[in-house]
């Protein structure tokens, strides 16, 4: 990158036109701007209104003198380390000693003016000033990389400690999933193995066609709850691919709901809990009926698993183009710290006696009332009960 640098600026002091102009003419040259004061006054504005390399100051002024003009410059901040050139007589004696000497570079001339030496002077100033410049410059640039390195190095730790917690997350929902999968295999694995020794014996009485039921039945029960798992892990790993697809079509929201908790009655009654229902009717939406199926299903069975067989309540009405549906049960509750973590893939709650499962319905629900451009959302208060909310809106076509 090229910096382009302004001009560097020099001041020149002098009461009489002619030495500034003589100077000025001396001392010019392209990447230089001078500038002339007549006046210790004149000369303090300047000063403190603009950054210069260099001052050349004659001694010899009416009102304030050079030397008076230069202990005002070394006694403010902004102008004690201009460097100061005196131009004085040749041969005069100084014997007024500049008080401020030792706190900054000072040099003198003598008239009548030498041009190479005025110029050689002027030159090495400009020089000093140009290097303190460029050191300037490398010192912020070295802060700004030192900064960004920080920034990267934090970054890079975050990353870290995300990748640690995923695998951390990984390696339990690994073991966790195989658990879930081995303990109904097993059962299905010891109910073969049981029917076979009865096959084997002749002993057709176990094979009523009563016990057939309750045999087949909780198979049945046993391979869905299997199946279900695996749709829930090939779902995340389509949400986590950026795969998962919607196809809405014409639904009537008032009747899936109320088909789904006719579906999940048993379920419910298994653990003493009712379904009290307030369904608006003739809702109708653009929706991916089977997406919408899955997230009320989540919704219900964690009100029926985390809801202490107390009575859920399950709303749905139109407001404006939305469609609201609510889940309340009186359960166990979720603590406020964790209320946006059970959101995310694989996290369960802690602390409750009650068995969670893998951590996937809210995650892949949430996501899915997201891809139908709706919200969802939860209020809970500990061991009092939970409330979410599904939000959709009415789409009136479907989207191409
Ligand atoms: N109605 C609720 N009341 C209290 N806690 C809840 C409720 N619903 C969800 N949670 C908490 O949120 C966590 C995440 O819920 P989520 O439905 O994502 O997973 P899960 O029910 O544990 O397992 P999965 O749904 O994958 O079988 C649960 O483990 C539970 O701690
Ligand atoms: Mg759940």
Not at 83 to 91: C, D, H, L, N, R
Not at 92 to 118: C, H, M, Q, S, T
Request: contains cysteine.
């Amino acid at each position: 990158m090229q910096v382009i640098n302004p001009p560097i600026k020099l001041l020149i002091v002098d009461d009489l036109t002619e030495n500034l102009t003589a100077l000025d003419a001396i001392l010019r040259a392209p990447d230089r701007l001078i500038l002339q004061a007549k006046s210790g006054l004149d000369a303090l504005e300047l000063l403190l209104s603009n950054d210069f390399a260099l001052a050349i100051i004659d001694v010899e002024m009416p009102e304030m003198n050079g030397f008076q003009l230069a202990e005002l410059m070394r006694g403010t901040e902004k102008t004690r380390h201009i460097p100061i050139v005196f131009v004085t007589a040749a041969g005069n004696e100084l014997n007024y000693a500049f008080k401020g000497y030792g706190a900054g570079a000072v040099d003198f001339l003598y008239k009548p003016l030498d041009i190479n030496a005025v110029k050689s002077k002027a030159n090495v100033f400009v020089e000093l000033y140009r290097h303190r410049i460029a050191f300037e410059q490398q010192v912020v640039a070295l802060e700004a990389s030192r900064r960004e390195q920080d920034f990267l190095l934090a970054q890079l730790q975050n990353t870290q400690e995300e990748l640690e917690h995923s695998l951390k997350m990984r390696e339990e929902f690994m073991s966790l999933v195989a658990h879930e999968m081995r303990t109904p295999l097993n059962t299905l694995f010891l109910e073969l193995q049981v029917r076979q020794v009865q096959l084997a014996k002749d002993n057709l009485t176990a094979f009523t066609p009563e016990k057939l039921h309750t045999m087949l039945g909780r198979g049945e029960r046993q391979l869905k709850s299997m199946l279900r798992l695996i749709e829930d892990m090939l779902d995340v790993s389509r949400i986590q691919n950026g795969k998962l697809s919607i196809r809405p079509a014409k639904t009537h929201l008032s009747a899936l709901i109320s088909r789904i908790a006719e579906d999940l009655t048993p379920l419910a009654g298994e653990s003493g809990t009712t379904f009290k229902l307030d369904i608006e009717a003739n809702v109708y939406g653009y929706w991916d009926e089977f997406r919408i199926e899955q997230i009320i299903i989540n919704l219900m069975t964690n009100a029926i698993r985390y809801g202490c067989g107390k009575p859920v309540r399950v709303l749905m009405k139109q407001e404006n183009d939305e469609a609201i549906i609510s889940v309340t049960d009186q359960g166990i509750g979720i603590a406020q710290h964790e209320q946006d973590k059970i959101f995310e893939a694989f996290e369960r709650g802690t602390g409750s006696e009650v068995k969670a499962g893998l951590g996937l319905g809210l995650y892949i629900s949430k996501k899915l009332a997201e891809a139908h451009a709706g919200q969802l959302s939860v209020i809970s208060q500990k061991n009092l009960g939970s409330t979410f909310t599904l939000r959709l809106p009415i789409n009136s076509e479907v989207p191409a």
